[in-house]
């Protein structure tokens, strides 16, 4: 599929039907993943690959908090439809470590230097080709976030170390049509290309 066309085709799916995903798509997708541009090569990411149903549904379990897990809505209920979740984390000291490098010098560690945390933006970076290659494996994906009270018990549920930290998590499997758009994008407009683009000098749009 022509690039232009994946990006044009991707949505985010929340529904998946029972057929199963092919072990090599989902390989393809976590080389795309590692292919990602990362901040002096840092490449501090780690990929939680889920796809056995014990495993989806103890990341479930631990992704979901107790209230929401008693009472699961249409959104969860759509979610663990899915057959493969992988978690993309990030990790700061990766960053604070490899930009300690001579090449980078910046040896007080300080994360005042960073204008922003390379580290998550790396793996958003990375969850995106996931997305993106999703599309081109004839797949649907949803990249949402998991709540803070469940990173612990994530990290404990799969032996994740301390260091590493969920940006989100993705869903993937084979689409269920939905009659309708689901999530945000259902209740808000994508914002026009003159709103958001400042072309030479920033610039406040009158409507
Ligand atoms: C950082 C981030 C967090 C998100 N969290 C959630 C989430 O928790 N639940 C969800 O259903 N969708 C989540 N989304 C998906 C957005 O709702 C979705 O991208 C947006 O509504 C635009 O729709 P589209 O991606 O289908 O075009 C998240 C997306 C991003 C980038």
């Known amino acids: 599929m022509e690039l232009a066309e994946v990006v044009r085709r991707r949505r985010m799916v929340r529904r998946y039907s029972p057929e199963p995903v092919d072990p090599a798509a989902v390989d ?14 840092a490449q501090g990411w780690g990929f939680l690959v889920l796809d056995t149903p014990r495993d989806v549904a103890r990341f479930w379990e631990a992704a979901t908090p107790p209230e929401r897990a008693a009472r699961p809505d249409a959104w ?17 000291e990766a960053y604070l ?35 993106l290659t999703a599309v081109d494996e004839g797949l649907g994906a949803c990249f949402f976030g ?37 999530g945000s994008a259902a209740r808000r407009h994508r914002r026009p290309t003159e ?13």
Do not use: C, N, Q
Not at 28 to 41: I, K, N, T, V, Y
Not at 155 to 179: K, L, N, S
Not at 196 to 206: A, K, L, P
């Open 28 to 41: 393809r997708m976590l080389d795309a993943a590692r292919r990602a541009p990362s901040a002096g090569f």
């Open 76 to 92: 969860l209920r759509g979610m663990r439809t899915a057959p493969v979740v992988v978690v993309p984390f990030s990790s700061a």
């Open 97 to 131: 470590d490899r930009y300690a490098e001579a090449d980078k010098g910046w040896t007080d560690r300080d994360p005042g230097l960073w204008p922003v945390p390379y580290w998550h933006v790396d793996a958003g970076m990375a969850a995106l080709l996931v997305l």
């Open 146 to 182: 998991v709540p803070a009270a469940s990173v612990g018990p994530l990290r404990e549920a799969f032996g994740v170390p301390d260091a590493f930290a969920p940006v989100g998590a993705v869903t993937i499997g084979h689409p269920v049509a939905e009659e309708r758009r689901a």
């Open 195 to 207: 709103e958001v683009v400042h072309r030479g000098h920033w610039s406040t749009s009158s409507t």
